[in-house]
Nanobody
Framework: VQLQACGGGLVQAGGSLRLSCAAS????????MGWFRQAPGKEREFVAA????????YFSDSVKGRFTISRDIAKNTVYLQMNSLKPEDTAVYYC???????????????????WGQGTQVTVSS
């Protein structure tokens, strides 16, 4: 599976960005898809995930209410809509995919086998 993330950039605090993750090699309708981020000097952390059915979504406490995750099956693409961005959201954002439809822990990066290359999001104060 190949994942191509894009959509990052520089935005002022309070602004919005939408990240895209285009998948090839496996349909996202049979995959669990997630977004993680890694700030300089920090561990990679969970941001959001969407189940294979699309009916369940999961968010970290730090982004809940500000970020949404969605998908377009026809385009085999997952999106992360980020609103009300804060400087602490600055990080490289990675999309990830699991071939399993059900995960023990959607927030655990070890549950995902395939990773995109990352896209930089910088939020200025």
């Amino acid at each position: 599976v190949q994942l191509q993330a894009c959509g990052g950039g520089l935005v002022q605090a309070g602004g919005s960005l939408r990240l895209s993750c285009a998948a090839s090699g496996r349909t996202i309708s049979t995959s669990t898809m997630g977004w993680f981020r890694q700030a300089p000097g920090k561990e990679r952390e969970f941001v959001a995930a969407i189940s294979f059915s699309g009916r369940s979504t999961y968010f970290s406490d730090s982004v809940k209410g500000r970020f949404t995750i969605s998908r377009d099956i026809a385009k085999n693409t997952v999106y992360l809509q980020m609103n009300s961005l804060k400087p602490e959201d600055t990080a490289v954002y990675y999309c990830a995919s699991s071939r399993f439809r059900f995960l023990n822990d959607y927030r655990a990066k070890d549950e995902y086998e395939d990773w995109g290359q990352g896209t930089q999001v910088t939020v200025s104060s």
